[in-house]
């Protein structure tokens, strides 16, 4: 199994300027200036972990601790039952480690679904449901079919599947002033119309630095080379999260447009925020 996330043979894929010696030369330096070689070696030392001991060594090496509010409400799903979790997105990989780590203890078939990229996090690929995107004028959209089916499968078996419906980082919004998630997309908003099971949501309190979301203003390719960054500056800090009680197929029912049913998921998580645990 390969034992680093990133290497020379993957930045070789962006471009043909990292082909060759020099080329592969040149994306060594870009990773160890991305900050990547980091967490390379992170990765190197947890790689042979699977599932939730895979994340619970991940912070361990990070000394990265959460602290969950409400995680009674849980209790009621350890026996089984299908569910859906949403939550908001406000750090990237992290969020999804996060989330991992706290539900798959207790139910191993909790799933993600995930950007096809993120298969090549090989520990956790059992909790994952690919899916491929599609990028329009309004953000990345799920177009692969066969993502959505098996989603929606593996919830009609009995399972538990994860959702940031965002599909995308938290990040600065001019017109609230704030970092915050975009819009939640319909195409995720849809599927939890169709599995017709509780949704529990959970807010993760926090955000990226500021530095990262002034880049976000200006370029988010600019942004996301900094990721590995906001994954490193986490060390040592301990992160919050608030569970929500589940809303119910017949609260859902209410909202009949997929963009009343959003809103009211969104502001449920959001409303959460100002549960912070002291």
Known sequence: MKEVLVDEYDVEKLSPIFRGVLGHFVAKILLRILGLNKINRLYSKTCHLKNHHFT??????????????????????????????????????????????????????????????????????????????????????????????????????????????AGAVANYNEYKFKVTDREWQPTIIRMIQM?????????????????????GRINWQLRS????????????????????????????????KTEELAAFLRAETYALSKKVTK
């Open 56 to 165: 619970s060594a991940w912070f361990k090496e990070m000394n990265l601790k959460y602290v969950v509010e409400n995680r009674e409400i849980l209790n009621q799903f350890k026996e089984g039952g299908s569910f859906i979790t949403v939550s908001n997105h406000p750090f990237g990989m992290l969020d999804g480690y996060i989330i991992i780590d706290l539900l798959s203890q207790d139910r191993p078939d909790f799933k993600f679904m995930v950007n096809t990229i993120l298969m090549s996090i090989r520990p956790i690929e059992d909790n994952m449901i690919p899916v491929k995107p599609t990028t329009t004028k309004s953000g990345s959209t799920v177009e692969n079919t066969t993502g959505l089916k098996a989603t929606l499968r593996h919830l009609n078996s009995g399972g538990v599947v994860g959702f940031f419906p």
């Open 225 to 256: 080379v900094r990721l590995p960054y906001e994954v490193l500056n986490k060390k040592n800090k301990t992160i919050k999260l608030t569970i929500g009680e589940p809303i119910s197929l017949e609260t859902q029912l209410k909202y009949k």
């Open 195 to 215: 599995a017709k099971v509780p949704v529990v949501p959970i807010f993760i309190h926090g955000r990226n630095s500021n530095f990262f979301n002034f880049l």
